[in-house]
């Protein structure tokens, strides 16, 4: 054979297992039902720590508001919220079922609050972490957690990372709308959830219904927060994150650079903003929140939270927390 022949037969194999590579790690890093989904990494952690307490000491304490085994089931998608809630089903445009919490405050009111979750995470583990329930219905606030795509019982082949949820978010708000037509919604999101809710409000055809955002540690697009996280795990950006974002568009159909980018969104928002970041956050890096401050063009105001690690300022200082967050909402409902 001649040397050109095994030139190309050498390209032709490093082609094909970059290929495998990109096509494997979607599913790695947006198909939380696939096997290899990087939240079962998270799992087998958690696992270990059941089994020896102490190996993982940061997961340990970023997980001790329950149990791990019920932190292992929430994760799965194994386990619902018991508290008194209805649960609502929609379809978003593909036919794709969707799914939702919902608790009605005490007293009838035309003020709600959609609280979206984060990444690998679910409507349920958000009304943990915020004990979202008691505490929006206390103020009375009607609350609606829906689960987003590829999370909780909600279908989809791939997570959205903020752009193809704010498809679902949209379904969510019309839903409201038409239950109730006098409706005004704040909308609050956490990480991949504080995403969806920047992305979200920079929607032309957003009903006036939507009166005002909080966002928890969100992110200024997805394509440098998998470089971040990449970069953190001590794996190469090129051409790994290339072949993620290649393969990504083609199946799941976006760009983690050109649509799944609040900092770009956000520039076209019309909302009152309030943004939230922990201050030792080592997930969403923290000096994210000023590029994302400063795209904003509306009326907003910005907390960080002391000490607080990756989504959670509200558990470690809900005193610093609530009362800007709420001053801030009531001010717009």
């Keep these: 054979m001649p040397w050109w022949g095994i030139v190309l037969i050498i390209i032709g194999a490093i082609c094909v297992l970059l290929c495998i590579v990109g096509w494997l790690m979607v599913d790695f890093a947006i198909n939380k039902r696939s096997k290899i989904f990087m939240d079962n990494i998270k799992i087998k952690k958690i696992q270990k720590c059941i089994e020896q307490p102490g190996s993982y000491p940061k997961l340990e304490k970023a997980y001790d508001d329950y149990p791990l085994e019920e932190r292992i089931k929430l994760m799965r998608d194994e386990m619902d919220l018991d508290d008194d809630h209805q649960i609502f089903w929609s379809k978003n445009q593909k036919g794709e079922k969707l799914r939702a919490y919902y608790y009605e405050a005490p007293q009838p009111t035309h003020k709600y609050i959609i609280l979206v979750h984060g990444y690998g995470n679910s409507a349920a583990i958000v009304s943990r972490m915020y ?116 393969f990504a568009k083609l199946r799941a159909g976006y760009s983690f650079k050109k649509d799944a980018s609040p900092i770009d969104c956000i520039k076209n928002t019309n909302l009152p903003f309030f943004f939230v970041h922990g201050e030792n956050d080592d997930f969403v890096p923290t000096y994210m929140l000023q590029p994302l401050y400063d795209a904003c063009p509306t009326e907003k105001e910005k907390l960080i939270v002391p000490d607080a690690d990756h989504a959670r300022s509200v558990k470690y200082h809900p005193e610093l927390y609530w009362p800007p967050v709420w001053a801030f909402i009531e001010k717009y409902i």
């Design 131 to 246: 004990k979202a329930p008691t505490a929006m219905r206390d103020k009375g606030y009607n609350l609606l957690l829906p689960d987003l795509l590829n999370h909780g019982q909600s279908e989809g082949k791939f997570l959205g990372m903020g752009y193809l949820d704010k498809f679902t978010l949209k379904v969510w708000i019309d839903y409201i709308i038409k239950m109730d037509p006098e409706a005004s919604i704040a909308l609050m999101g956490v990480s991949m959830g504080a995403a969806t809710v920047m992305v979200t409000s920079g929607e032309k055809d957003l009903p006036a219904n939507v009166k005002c955002v909080v966002e928890d540690c969100g992110f200024t697009n997805a394509y440098e927060q998998f470089a971040f996280v990449m970069k953190d795990m001590g794996v190469p950006t090129f051409p790994l994150l290339n072949l993620l974002e290649f």
